[in-house]
């Protein structure tokens, strides 16, 4: 049952996620939601990992595996567009 | 099969180079350090091509001797190969038009260019060579991560602007892609490719998961109506990053799409692909039309090269065979997606090179070029011959063989598409071609020969496709069907 | 080295040389003299007619399958393009020896000559459309070398209807190899074969005769050429008249199944429709081509004209099934080639003619003017009579004469128009760079027609009998008589702008561009970033459900 309502707080935190994506004009905003997206699809892959208990594991590895690269990823992607941001936001420098 | 380390090394050895060039940045300047590098992975994507078509079989190699689904495989069939013979033989073209014995370009950015090269190098090997969807995923984002620095390179507003908007939408279509990918692996425990196609069933939850990865893949390739970040990103970035992205980074998401619809999925022809072909149909009808009327030459080339994507999903419809990789449309579209990689990344060099002689790159103002640039326009006109798809080129094989595909389908609107995105190509070409004959006599800043030689050689590799026989192309059936891993062989 | 690959090396060399004539331009050292050796590029190829007819070569081998050959017709124009491409670039060579656009122009000459050489002698269908195609996008450069805004749209407009035929015949080509036996490049011969059979022969045919008829000038495909000829510089003219629109009719003898295939199922038709617009433009472009002041432009109304006949001819091979079509269209077509040449050549002769030259000058375009209407004794006679047998003697026959009536009409129309242009100053001589091709042109359309009769079938005897002048003679008397009293009737003729109907295509223009604006105003909107955001939830949404729906639900069980 834990389960499912771990996929349906999953599937609620990537919509709101393509929400703010789609609907916020800033880009700071949209970065934060992108993790907020990202947090949905982990917590995916968190429920699909506890279902493979089921088979007498403790959880499924590959997922964990999955979602630590996920993490890995997301957390470059945010560090690069926060780059991005700051050297916008900055004063300008002459290229 | 045949087990070789071939692959590995071919993902390896541009990452060494960035190791290397990390080492010694104080000492040597980065292209001297990249060259041996550039110079490996040429040879290693050239041999490995060489030992698939003399064996007949794919190179695989199952990373610390462990087999999917736990392990992770490395396998260069035919398609894979063909590819990175072309991203080796483009980076390579690239890499000699970069080469700028003077000090102008500060040094920073000339060592971040070098870097990104051989990072997205690397990442477009693994990307043709990897074999399980999660593989596909961490090797699209070393590639948007490389992409977007690149288009950043520059460090101007208008550039940051467009790198900015790139990386947030490839993150979109990433993380669509990634829920796909959860989808499937809750469904079946397996994310291997070739396992997949043993048990994968067309029901609810794989399709939904198709889906979202296809549509994910889709922003990350531009095709229309995603394609907001690509004409800003291409056009703002520095002419030869414009040519990897445009000729090489655009396609590695296609080909995965591809992978999933012929290897994973095999689905019968049916709305989905004239879904997919209809965006493409659009993306060749509209984006043509926008190159047309586009003043700076870099934006026009950035629209040419979407209405060129879109050329490579019409042949979603048109390989009905219960073997695609025997149909005409299979070969049709991946001679497409090559003789456009030759041909863009010429183009766009092309330009880089025109920017670098005029100070601007208007096309209303190119009077004079003709005379004093010849061998560049000369490479510019052929690339355009492949764009237009006129003989003898590659993409006027692979025009002909799509449009043969779509007779013999009997899909006459994607023939009549094929003609139509033919002739608006052929304008917007002559256009930039006419206003160079024009008479003129700009001050010009000299430019090596060689880095012109460069571009024609990618220009006349897009005319050397045109040699292909029209027929299915053996090379690109080579490894398929997959087969699974049972045990090292 | 034996005689068979001698000669094949002769075939390839044809066009090899202007090929590397014009790759030459990249060299610098080599682009001050390119002007000069125009004349010299298309001797291999006129080398090739005299030494090579039945010659072949295979380019390369299966599967790539490009073979040349050269047949009886293909040798009969590849020697007289030759010819007229020597003589014209000679004459561009003096010409345009002080333009600066010189290297230019010759670059796109030399592709022009290269496209047009190679069309005559391939064999297979992907050379046939690579060479269709160089010469017919090379020749927009000639097209557009003036640089001037007539220039620039009359370009346009070839450009686009250019485009448009290379389209209808890229489609034409792939149905056709379709239905041919083996797969990638067959051979021309082996496709046609097989038309009769093929599930698209009507579409196929319908498609050839829209692609070779924009080329040949038919009607309503016409209007590029009235733009284009006046605007190129003359030379250019000349092969643009006599040798592109030529590459129509290569294709129409090439790829129209003579000689069997049409007759039965029903398919005779075909033959009399072919036939009825070929005549249709000859007439058509003899009355619009009556109301032009301009004499370039009567001369392009002329050429439509002439290959309205040349489609009529191919039309009436197709109803006969005759199997000598190819060679009479071609001879047809040779005989226009060498005379329509000379004239424009002397076009610019007499603009240079003053005084005591004009008149032999004069003299020369008349004979050649006439030549055209089938005057007995010309080039135009022979070639009138060659085909006249194809259209046996219903009323196809008698509209094929009554055409050389207007034809007369048309050229003395011509040369009126053309004493206009006589230089004022009596002391003025048309300097030998241009005054030799001109006269080399005219005696070679005696020459060369009259030498190759027969190859034709036909005998110089019946050829020359009283009977046959007669024939030849009553439609041009009649028209001399018609061009005495239009001549009366000559101030209420309205004024048609050239290209005729091109006046009218062109009204939609500002609609397109408006429809252009609006695409572009679109994509603005696509690209802004919630609309493609959107879009984005929408096309997995509809790619989803597509998938859904084509699969048919199904919740996996479990």
Redesign the interface.
Same mark, same amino acid.
């Given at each position: 049952m834990s389960a499912t309502l771990f996929g349906l707080a999953g599937a609620a935190l990537?919509g709101i996620g393509?929400f703010g994506?789609? %609907?916020h004009?800033t =880009?700071l905003r949209?970065?934060l939601a992108?993790n907020l !997206?990202?947090a949905g699809?982990f917590l995916?892959?968190g429920? %699909?990992a506890r279902? =493979?208990a089921a088979a007498g594991l403790a959880g499924?590895p !590959?997922?964990q595996a999955?979602v630590i690269?996920?993490i890995v %990823?997301a957390f470059? =992607?945010t560090a690069?567009?926060a780059t991005?941001?700051a050297?916008?936001s900055g004063p300008?420098?002459e290229? | 099969m045949m087990v070789s380390l071939l692959p590995v090394w071919a993902v390896l050895t541009p990452v060494l180079g960035l190791c290397a060039l990390l080492l010694c940045e104080r000492w040597i300047r980065p292209e001297r350090v990249a060259a041996p590098f550039v110079g490996l992975s040429l040879y290693l994507s050239l041999s490995m091509t060489y030992q698939v078509m003399t064996s007949q079989a794919p190179l695989v190699y199952a990373l610390g001797g462990w087999l999917p689904p736990l392990g992770l495989t490395l396998r260069a069939d035919g398609v894979g190969v063909f590819l990175m013979t072309l991203t080796a033989l483009v980076m390579t073209g690239v890499a000699v038009c970069a080469w700028t014995p003077s000090e102008g370009a500060s040094s920073r950015g000339r060592f971040s260019f070098w870097a990104l090269l051989l990072a997205l190098w690397s990442a477009l090997n693994l990307a043709f060579t990897a074999q399980d969807l999660f593989n596909f995923f961490v090797a699209l984002e070393m590639l948007s991560f490389a992409a977007v620095a690149l288009v950043a390179l520059d460090g101007t507003r208008g550039a940051l602007v467009a790198a900015l908007r790139y990386l947030l939408f490839a993150l979109a279509g990433s993380i669509l892609y990634l829920l796909g990918v959860g989808l499937i692996y809750g469904r079946y425990a397996v994310l291997d490719l070739a396992g997949l196609r043993e048990i994968a069933q067309p029901d609810t939850v794989t399709l939904a998961a198709l889906a979202l990865m296809t549509v994910g893949l889709m922003a990350k390739t531009a095709l229309f109506p995603l394609h907001l970040w690509l004409p800003p990103a291409h056009a703002g970035a520095p002419a030869p990053a414009s040519a990897m992205l445009s000729a090489l980074v655009v396609k590695a998401p296609f080909l995965i799409i591809l992978r999933l619809w012929v290897d994973l999925l095999p689905l019968p022809a049916a709305a989905p692909q004239q879904i997919m072909a209809g965006l493409g149909a659009a993306a060749i009808l509209v984006c043509s039309v926008i190159a047309l009327r586009q003043q700076r030459l870099k934006l026009m080339i950035a629209y040419s090269t979407l209405a060129q994507v879109g050329y490579l999903f019409l042949m979603f419809p048109l390989m009905p065979g219960p073997a695609p990789w025997q149909d005409i449309g299979w070969t049709g579209g991946l001679l497409q997606l090559a003789s456009h990689g030759f041909a863009k990344a010429a183009m766009f060099l092309a330009a880089g090179l025109i920017y670098e002689a005029l100070g601007h790159d208007r096309v209303a103002e190119l009077g004079g070029l003709a005379r004093r640039q010849p061998v560049t326009l000369a490479a510019f006109a052929i690339a355009g011959l492949s764009l237009m798809g006129l003989p003898p080129s590659g993409g006027f094989i692979a025009k002909l063989l799509l449009l043969t595909a779509a007779v013999e389908a009997g899909a006459w609107w994607i023939a009549a598409v094929i003609l139509a995105g033919g002739i608006l190509a052929a304008f917007y070409v002559f256009r930039a071609l006419g206003h160079a004959l024009a008479d003129g006599d700009p001050p010009v800043a000299p430019v090596a020969l060689y880095r012109q030689g460069a571009v024609l050689a990618l220009a006349l590799c897009a005319l050397a496709i045109g040699f292909v026989p029209l027929r299915p192309f053996a090379l690109l059936a080579i490894g398929r069907p997959l087969e699974a891993l049972e045990a090292l062989p | 080295m034996n005689g068979a690959s001698m000669n094949g090396l002769l075939l390839a060399a044809s066009f090899a040389l202007p090929l590397l004539l014009a790759v030459a331009a990249l060299w610098p050292p080599m682009r001050r003299h390119l002007l000069a050796a125009l004349p010299a590029a298309p001797l291999p190829a006129l080398a090739a007619a005299l030494l090579a007819p039945g010659g072949s070569l295979m380019l390369a081998p299966d599967p790539l399958r490009l073979t040349l050959a050269l047949d009886e017709p293909g040798a009969m124009l590849l020697g007289g393009s030759a010819l007229l491409w020597c003589a014209a670039g000679a004459y561009a060579a003096h010409y345009l020896a002080a333009s600066p656009r010189r290297t230019t122009f010759a670059v796109w000459w030399l592709l022009t000559m290269a496209g047009s050489l190679g069309l005559c002698l391939v064999a297979d269908m992907t050379s046939f459309y690579l060479f269709f195609t160089v010469a017919s996008l090379a020749a927009y450069g000639l097209v557009a070398h003036e640089a001037t805004p007539a220039a620039g749209r009359a370009s346009l407009v070839y450009m686009a209807l250019a485009l448009l035929g290379e389209a209808f015949l890229l489609l034409a080509f792939v149905m056709l190899a379709i239905g041919a036996p083996g797969i990638g490049n067959p051979a021309i011969a082996e496709a046609v074969a097989h038309l009769a059979a093929s599930p698209f022969r009507d579409a196929i045919l319908v498609l050839l005769v829209l692609g070779f008829g924009l080329k040949m000038g038919l009607v309503p495909l016409h209007v590029w050429m009235p733009l284009a000829h006046p605007v190129a510089p003359m030379p250019a003219s000349a092969v643009l008249s006599g040798i592109i629109v030529k590459a129509g009719v290569i294709g129409l003898i090439r790829f129209l199944p003579f000689g069997g295939g049409l007759e039965g199922g029903g398919l005779g038709g075909w033959g009399e429709a072919l036939i009825g617009l070929g005549l249709f433009t000859a007439f058509y472009a003899v009355a619009i081509g009556l109301t032009q002041p301009h004499p370039k432009v009567v001369l392009a109304y002329s050429t439509v004209s002439q290959m309205g006949v040349v489609a009529a001819v191919a039309g009436a091979g197709l109803a006969s099934g005759s199997r000598a079509t190819p060679v009479l269209a071609a001879f047809y077509a040779l005989h226009h080639m060498l005379v329509k040449g000379a004239l424009f050549l002397g076009v610019g002769v007499t603009g240079k003619a003053g005084g005591r030259s004009a008149g032999p000058v004069f003299a020369v375009m008349a004979v050649m003017a006439l030549s055209l209407a089938g005057l007995p004794f010309t080039s135009g006679a022979l070639a009138k009579y060659v085909v006249k047998d194809l259209f046996g003697d219903g009323a196809a026959a008698l509209a094929v004469t009554l055409s050389a009536t207007g034809s007369t009409l048309l050229m003395l129309h011509f040369l009126r128009r053309l004493a206009g242009l006589v230089a004022a100053d009596a002391g003025k001589r048309p300097p030998a760079g241009l005054l030799l091709p001109f006269l080399a042109m005219a005696a070679a359309s005696f020459l060369v027609v009259g030498l190759l009769l027969p190859a034709t079938g036909a005998s110089y005897a019946a050829a020359l009998a009283p009977q046959a002048l007669w024939k030849a003679c009553w439609p041009v008397l009649l028209g001399g008589a018609l061009a005495v009293l239009l001549h009366r009737f000559a101030p209420c003729l309205p004024a048609i702008p050239p290209g005729d109907l091109i006046v009218l295509a062109e009204r939609g223009w500002p609609a397109v561009l408006r429809l252009a604006d609006r695409l572009e105003r679109a994509d603005e909107t696509l690209r802004r970033w919630p609309v493609a955001g959107a879009l984005l939830l929408l096309l997995l949404l509809g790619l989803g459900a597509a998938m859904q729906l084509s699969a048919g639900f199904h919740i996996p069980g479990g």
């Amino acid at each position: 049952m834990s389960a499912t309502l771990f996929g349906l707080a999953g599937a609620a935190l990537v919509g709101i996620g393509l929400f703010g994506l789609i %609907v916020h004009p800033t =880009a700071l905003r949209k970065l934060l939601a992108f993790n907020l !997206v990202g947090a949905g699809v982990f917590l995916v892959f968190g429920v %699909v990992a506890r279902r =493979a208990a089921a088979a007498g594991l403790a959880g499924d590895p !590959v997922p964990q595996a999955i979602v630590i690269t996920g993490i890995v %990823v997301a957390f470059a =992607a945010t560090a690069l567009a926060a780059t991005l941001l700051a050297r916008l936001s900055g004063p300008e420098e002459e290229p | 099969m045949m087990v070789s380390l071939l692959p590995v090394w071919a993902v390896l050895t541009p990452v060494l180079g960035l190791c290397a060039l990390l080492l010694c940045e104080r000492w040597i300047r980065p292209e001297r350090v990249a060259a041996p590098f550039v110079g490996l992975s040429l040879y290693l994507s050239l041999s490995m091509t060489y030992q698939v078509m003399t064996s007949q079989a794919p190179l695989v190699y199952a990373l610390g001797g462990w087999l999917p689904p736990l392990g992770l495989t490395l396998r260069a069939d035919g398609v894979g190969v063909f590819l990175m013979t072309l991203t080796a033989l483009v980076m390579t073209g690239v890499a000699v038009c970069a080469w700028t014995p003077s000090e102008g370009a500060s040094s920073r950015g000339r060592f971040s260019f070098w870097a990104l090269l051989l990072a997205l190098w690397s990442a477009l090997n693994l990307a043709f060579t990897a074999q399980d969807l999660f593989n596909f995923f961490v090797a699209l984002e070393m590639l948007s991560f490389a992409a977007v620095a690149l288009v950043a390179l520059d460090g101007t507003r208008g550039a940051l602007v467009a790198a900015l908007r790139y990386l947030l939408f490839a993150l979109a279509g990433s993380i669509l892609y990634l829920l796909g990918v959860g989808l499937i692996y809750g469904r079946y425990a397996v994310l291997d490719l070739a396992g997949l196609r043993e048990i994968a069933q067309p029901d609810t939850v794989t399709l939904a998961a198709l889906a979202l990865m296809t549509v994910g893949l889709m922003a990350k390739t531009a095709l229309f109506p995603l394609h907001l970040w690509l004409p800003p990103a291409h056009a703002g970035a520095p002419a030869p990053a414009s040519a990897m992205l445009s000729a090489l980074v655009v396609k590695a998401p296609f080909l995965i799409i591809l992978r999933l619809w012929v290897d994973l999925l095999p689905l019968p022809a049916a709305a989905p692909q004239q879904i997919m072909a209809g965006l493409g149909a659009a993306a060749i009808l509209v984006c043509s039309v926008i190159a047309l009327r586009q003043q700076r030459l870099k934006l026009m080339i950035a629209y040419s090269t979407l209405a060129q994507v879109g050329y490579l999903f019409l042949m979603f419809p048109l390989m009905p065979g219960p073997a695609p990789w025997q149909d005409i449309g299979w070969t049709g579209g991946l001679l497409q997606l090559a003789s456009h990689g030759f041909a863009k990344a010429a183009m766009f060099l092309a330009a880089g090179l025109i920017y670098e002689a005029l100070g601007h790159d208007r096309v209303a103002e190119l009077g004079g070029l003709a005379r004093r640039q010849p061998v560049t326009l000369a490479a510019f006109a052929i690339a355009g011959l492949s764009l237009m798809g006129l003989p003898p080129s590659g993409g006027f094989i692979a025009k002909l063989l799509l449009l043969t595909a779509a007779v013999e389908a009997g899909a006459w609107w994607i023939a009549a598409v094929i003609l139509a995105g033919g002739i608006l190509a052929a304008f917007y070409v002559f256009r930039a071609l006419g206003h160079a004959l024009a008479d003129g006599d700009p001050p010009v800043a000299p430019v090596a020969l060689y880095r012109q030689g460069a571009v024609l050689a990618l220009a006349l590799c897009a005319l050397a496709i045109g040699f292909v026989p029209l027929r299915p192309f053996a090379l690109l059936a080579i490894g398929r069907p997959l087969e699974a891993l049972e045990a090292l062989p | 080295m034996n005689g068979a690959s001698m000669n094949g090396l002769l075939l390839a060399a044809s066009f090899a040389l202007p090929l590397l004539l014009a790759v030459a331009a990249l060299w610098p050292p080599m682009r001050r003299h390119l002007l000069a050796a125009l004349p010299a590029a298309p001797l291999p190829a006129l080398a090739a007619a005299l030494l090579a007819p039945g010659g072949s070569l295979m380019l390369a081998p299966d599967p790539l399958r490009l073979t040349l050959a050269l047949d009886e017709p293909g040798a009969m124009l590849l020697g007289g393009s030759a010819l007229l491409w020597c003589a014209a670039g000679a004459y561009a060579a003096h010409y345009l020896a002080a333009s600066p656009r010189r290297t230019t122009f010759a670059v796109w000459w030399l592709l022009t000559m290269a496209g047009s050489l190679g069309l005559c002698l391939v064999a297979d269908m992907t050379s046939f459309y690579l060479f269709f195609t160089v010469a017919s996008l090379a020749a927009y450069g000639l097209v557009a070398h003036e640089a001037t805004p007539a220039a620039g749209r009359a370009s346009l407009v070839y450009m686009a209807l250019a485009l448009l035929g290379e389209a209808f015949l890229l489609l034409a080509f792939v149905m056709l190899a379709i239905g041919a036996p083996g797969i990638g490049n067959p051979a021309i011969a082996e496709a046609v074969a097989h038309l009769a059979a093929s599930p698209f022969r009507d579409a196929i045919l319908v498609l050839l005769v829209l692609g070779f008829g924009l080329k040949m000038g038919l009607v309503p495909l016409h209007v590029w050429m009235p733009l284009a000829h006046p605007v190129a510089p003359m030379p250019a003219s000349a092969v643009l008249s006599g040798i592109i629109v030529k590459a129509g009719v290569i294709g129409l003898i090439r790829f129209l199944p003579f000689g069997g295939g049409l007759e039965g199922g029903g398919l005779g038709g075909w033959g009399e429709a072919l036939i009825g617009l070929g005549l249709f433009t000859a007439f058509y472009a003899v009355a619009i081509g009556l109301t032009q002041p301009h004499p370039k432009v009567v001369l392009a109304y002329s050429t439509v004209s002439q290959m309205g006949v040349v489609a009529a001819v191919a039309g009436a091979g197709l109803a006969s099934g005759s199997r000598a079509t190819p060679v009479l269209a071609a001879f047809y077509a040779l005989h226009h080639m060498l005379v329509k040449g000379a004239l424009f050549l002397g076009v610019g002769v007499t603009g240079k003619a003053g005084g005591r030259s004009a008149g032999p000058v004069f003299a020369v375009m008349a004979v050649m003017a006439l030549s055209l209407a089938g005057l007995p004794f010309t080039s135009g006679a022979l070639a009138k009579y060659v085909v006249k047998d194809l259209f046996g003697d219903g009323a196809a026959a008698l509209a094929v004469t009554l055409s050389a009536t207007g034809s007369t009409l048309l050229m003395l129309h011509f040369l009126r128009r053309l004493a206009g242009l006589v230089a004022a100053d009596a002391g003025k001589r048309p300097p030998a760079g241009l005054l030799l091709p001109f006269l080399a042109m005219a005696a070679a359309s005696f020459l060369v027609v009259g030498l190759l009769l027969p190859a034709t079938g036909a005998s110089y005897a019946a050829a020359l009998a009283p009977q046959a002048l007669w024939k030849a003679c009553w439609p041009v008397l009649l028209g001399g008589a018609l061009a005495v009293l239009l001549h009366r009737f000559a101030p209420c003729l309205p004024a048609i702008p050239p290209g005729d109907l091109i006046v009218l295509a062109e009204r939609g223009w500002p609609a397109v561009l408006r429809l252009a604006d609006r695409l572009e105003r679109a994509d603005e909107t696509l690209r802004r970033w919630p609309v493609a955001g959107a879009l984005l939830l929408l096309l997995l949404l509809g790619l989803g459900a597509a998938m859904q729906l084509s699969a048919g639900f199904h919740i996996p069980g479990g």
